[in-house]
């Protein structure tokens, strides 16, 4: 049971990446998506949730308007699509499959049960 993240690098501010989350050994569809992220020195922070079945979604204060979750159930992949990039935004991403369906409390690390290794994203000039 594996999730994969990709699609990290270095971007200018104000450019766009998208990251991709990637299931092996186990369907996403069944479970509710996390993104978080992890700068040097702080703490794991959530970022963004898609439920399983409806989609809804959710966003960190920080990201929201610039970032968005979404799924391809076919693709068995959540992606983070991610624009008008800061230098605050940083950080280690990470991908983690939840312990339930929904969002709910998304932000706290303990209501998932795979997480991914993590894949590096540099805003810079």
């Known amino acids: 049971l594996q999730l994969v993240e990709s699609g990290g690098g270095l971007v200018q501010p104000g450019g766009s990446l998208r990251l991709s989350c990637s299931a092996s050994?186990?369907?996403?569809?069944?479970?509710?998506i996390g993104w978080f992220r992890q700068a040097p020195g702080k703490e794991r922070e959530g970022v963004s949730c898609i439920s399983s079945s409806v989609g809804s979604t959710y966003y960190a204060d920080f990201v929201k308007g610039r970032f968005t979750i979404s799924r391809d159930n076919a693709k068995n992949t959540v992606y983070l699509q991610m624009n008008s990039l800061e230098a605050e935004d940083t950080a280690v991403y990470y991908c983690?499959?939840?312990?339930?369906?929904?969002?709910?409390?998304?932000?706290?690390?303990?209501?998932?049960?795979?997480w991914g290794q993590g894949t590096q994203v540099t805003v810079s000039s």
């Open positions: 983690a499959a939840g312990r339930f369906n929904v969002c709910s409390g998304y932000v706290r690390p303990d209501r998932y049960v795979y």
């Open positions: 050994g186990f369907t996403l569809y069944y479970h509710a």
